[in-house]
């Protein structure tokens, strides 16, 4: 590819980025919603740690509740997938005495190395995060969960979540449809057996071990 065509893609990508920065703050001024930090599991090891969030509209979501009836559910659930992103949001993370200036990307999501200086305990550690832009959010800071695996571990487990934990249905579109829209986290039913299953990975053969395991879904993020 010749030059000219590299500097026009890099012009073309610029402009790209310009108009949907104008595009997002035009929104901001028109969408009134709130705006919030949402901080997943992140996992560290060998001096680094992997920070994961969004940032994105507050709905004002209540916790699952087994009780919720299935219309609730369903409203939840909509509300969810309808919830907005925010774009190049900024967020300030605070971890280990350290502070960190992260920008989200056009999805809204965060996913940062964070370098450290000082070795880690095993198991789980909190990572603050506050948004600082916009400024119109309510809910303008956060903790982001992430776990250090022993140097004791013997293996690591990764496993799927869908019709390998949880009875997900996949195959089936209408029985998977409903579970999603009309169930919660704490109506949606693991397979028998399956959590004492994974307790036994985790402490391994000694029955004291603290082998890390780790979930992988294909699933949206706004099902988190």
């Known amino acids: 590819m010749s030059r000219w065509q590299d500097e026009l893609r890099a012009l073309a990508a ?9 595009v997002n703050d035009l929104e901001r001024l028109v969408d009134r919603d709130p705006y919030h930090i949402v901080g997943y599991r992140g996992y560290a090891g060998s001096g680094r740690v992997l ?14 509740d087994p ?9 939840a ?12 949001a900024r967020v300030r993370a605070t971890f280990a005495g350290d502070e960190h200036q992260l920008v989200a990307d056009d ?18 550690s909190f990572v603050q995060l506050e948004l600082t832009d916009p400024p119109q959010a309510t809910a303008r800071v956060a903790q982001a969960p992430v776990h250090t695996p022993s140097a004791d571990a013997a293996y690591g487990v990764i496993s799927d979540m869908d019709d390998t934990v949880l009875q997900s249905h ?26 004492a299953f994974y307790r036994a990975l985790e402490q391994g053969s ?6 890390p395991v780790f979930y992988v879904s294909s699933s949206p993020w706004n099902l988190y």
Do not use: C, Y
């Open 107 to 124: 999805e809204g999501f965060l996913r940062q190395w964070i370098e450290v200086r000082k070795p880690l305990e095993p198991g789980w």
């Open 67 to 75: 009780t919720h009836s299935k219309m609730r559910n369903l409203l």
């Open 14 to 22: 610029s402009l790209r980025s310009r108009v949907s920065r104008g």
């Open 51 to 64: 920070l994961l969030g969004r940032v994105l509209q507050n709905e004002g979501l209540a916790q699952a």
């Open 170 to 195: 996949v195959t089936d579109f209408i029985r998977a449809a409903g579970m999603v829209l009309l169930e919660n986290a704490r109506t949606r039913l693991p397979f028998p057996g399956v959590a």
């Open 206 to 211: 000694s029955g004291r071990a603290a082998n």
């Open 77 to 88: 659930m909509l509300k969810r997938l309808e919830s907005d992103p925010l774009p190049s």
